[in-house]
Nanobody, 122 residues
Framework: QVQLVESGGGLVQAGGSLRLSCAVSGRSRYSMGWFRQAPGKEREFVAA????????YYADSVKGRFTISRDNAKDTVYLQMNSLKPEDTAVYYCAARSAWAATTRADEYDYWGQGTQVTVSS
């Protein structure tokens, strides 16, 4: 069974940065995605990366501020978040898909982490 463990969330002021990590158990044979869910809202796509590290995809709301990357030797995926805004406040989830190609659709991911809270204060 694949396990995904997120870390790196926390409280940061607007304009600050955080780097989220997602450790994947087992071999890195998955394309990966990051999603987020704010209170009272549905889960939304943030970023995705293919098995090989490219191409990558971003939601319009984070494009130019967030960067997704992966280190297959460490079985870890990262989400570097810069210029954070209060509207970025949410629980962030990483997800794994048993395919080479990444996708923006949550229902196409096979495994999910438990999530890590990101809170951006104004």
């Amino acid at each position: 069974q694949v396990q995904l463990v997120e870390s790196g969330g926390g409280l940061v002021q607007a304009g600050g940065s955080l780097r989220l990590s997602c450790a994947v158990s087992g071999r890195s044979r998955y394309s990966m995605g990051w999603f987020r869910q704010a209170p009272g809202k549905e889960r939304e796509f943030v970023a995705a990366i293919s098995l090989s590290g490219g191409p990558t995809y971003y939601a319009d709301s984070v494009k130019g501020r967030f960067t997704i990357s992966r280190d297959n030797a460490k079985d870890t995926v990262y989400l570097q978040m810069n210029s954070l805004k209060p509207e970025d406040t949410a629980v962030y989830y990483c997800a794994a898909r048993s395919a080479w190609a990444a996708t923006t659709r949550a229902d196409e991911y096979d495994y999910w982490g438990q999530g890590t809270q990101v809170t951006v204060s104004s």
